[in-house]
């Protein structure tokens, strides 16, 4: 006797659809735009030291930017020099009696405290500064 098999069809194979992680993509892209902030990067001027000088101000006042950072201990630095608040405040009156337009900008780090920023901010205002900037820096994950 002849030996008869049997042959099943071959059931084909799941397809997988890309639609659902299409989906889910697209949610997480509008979630994250909408919920990025965004850097202004007209808070520090990128200009030359000459093309200011070269550039009059709209006024016609030439303006420069004093960059103070603030260290974790609470001090202020202006080009690597730590200054106490009396010293910081004559840097100011003798940078505003030169330039009156004068920006300055203040960059804590992170583990400056918020009041040791107060006391920088009100450092500057008793010195006459009515262009004052604060930068926050953050760490990209």
């Known amino acids: 006797m002849a030996n008869l098999t049997l042959k099943r069809p071959i059931k084909p194979k799941a397809l997988i659809s890309l639609v ?51 260290g974790s201990e609470g001090a202020a630095v202006i080009r690597g020099q730590a200054l106490t608040d009396r010293d910081l405040e004559s840097v100011l009156r003798q940078r505003l009696r030169g330039e009156p337009l004068t920006q300055v900008v203040v960059l804590p780090s992170g583990a400056a405290t918020t009041q040791s920023l107060i006391s920088v901010m009100d450092v500057a205002t008793r010195a006459g500064v009515v262009r004052l900037r604060v930068i926050r820096l953050q760490a990209r994950p």
Request: proline fraction near 6%.
């Open 20 to 70: 659902p992680m299409i989906d889910v993509m697209l949610i997480l892209l509008v979630f994250f735009m909408v919920t990025s902030t965004y850097l202004n990067l007209d808070m520090i001027p990128a200009v030359r030291q000459q093309d200011q000088t070269q550039a009059p101000a709209s006024d016609g006042q030439a303006t420069s930017t004093l960059m103070i950072r603030l």
